[in-house]
């Protein structure tokens, strides 16, 4: 089936540890992205690329890298976990941003740090 | 950032009632979508709108957007269990801005 997808789906690590969140795409969109989402603060850009080769922050870019390998694939990475990153994190692709065809999002990844 | 606020935070309804959340802001935007959220689940997108004033419907789920492109909303007629989760508007400028969502009850 077409869409997004993110691996792991969950992950628990210690504090320090590194990690790297996974997303692929087979619908050949432009633009990749990876939101964090925290009860009462809705989603939250971290990382986006609007295409293959580009990368730019986020709200809250802060703990993370990210590697737009290919077209499909688009990498969260996390240098040092710390407690304050547990969360669900959704990777999500789309068209063109704002062309009316609205984001595309992959199941999540739902992440504790201890 | 663009600052899209979204009320009420929470919602608890009767099976059967209507119910409405509201999207607000403060400068004019070009666009807002709407997202559904299940329970557990990941957003799944519903709808754009782009024009002033305008209306979209989906079955139970009518869309709009305000004159002055600065607020819109989506109202659901008579709510079923199904219509559960939180419901998420949100706009594009050179990122997308998210408000922090509707969480909707439906009590049977």
């Known amino acids: 089936n077409a869409g997004v997808t993110q691996t792991p789906k969950f992950q628990v690590l210690k504090t320090g540890q590194s990690m790297t969140l996974q997303c692929a795409q087979d619908?050949?969109?432009?633009?990749m992205y990876w939101y964090r989402q925290d009860p009462g603060m809705g989603l939250r850009l971290i990382y986006y690329?609007?295409?293959?080769?580009?990368?730019d922050k986020g709200e809250v870019p802060n703990g993370y890298n990210v590697s737009r390998l290919n077209k499909r694939e688009f990498s969260l990475r996390l240098e040092s976990a710390a407690p304050s990153q547990t969360s669900v994190y959704f990777c999500?692709?789309?068209?063109?941003?704002?062309?009316?065809?609205?984001?595309?999002f992959g199941s999540g990844t739902r992440l504790t740090v201890v | 950032g663009q600052q899209v606020m979204q009320i009420p935070q929470y919602q608890h309804v009767q099976e059967g009632e209507d119910f409405t959340t509201y999207c607000n802001s403060s400068?004019?935007?070009?666009?807002i979508q709407w997202y559904k959220q299940r329970p557990g689940g990941h957003p799944v997108f519903l709808i754009q709108?782009?024009?002033?004033?305008e209306v979209k419907k989906q079955k139970r789920l009518t869309f709009q957007f305000g004159e002055a492109k600065k607020n819109s909303s989506l109202h659901i007629t008579a709510t079923q269990t199904t219509d559960v989760g939180t419901y998420f508007c949100?706009?594009?400028?050179?990122?997308?801005?998210f408000g922090t969502g509707t969480s909707l009850t439906v009590i049977p």
């Open positions: 999500a692709s789309s068209a063109s941003p704002g062309t009316g065809y609205g984001y595309t």
């Open positions: 949100g706009t594009f400028t050179n990122q997308f801005y």
């Open positions: 400068t004019t935007l070009s666009n």
């Open positions: 690329s609007a295409s293959e080769g580009t990368t």
């Open positions: 619908m050949n969109h432009n633009s």
């Open positions: 709108l782009v024009k002033s004033g």
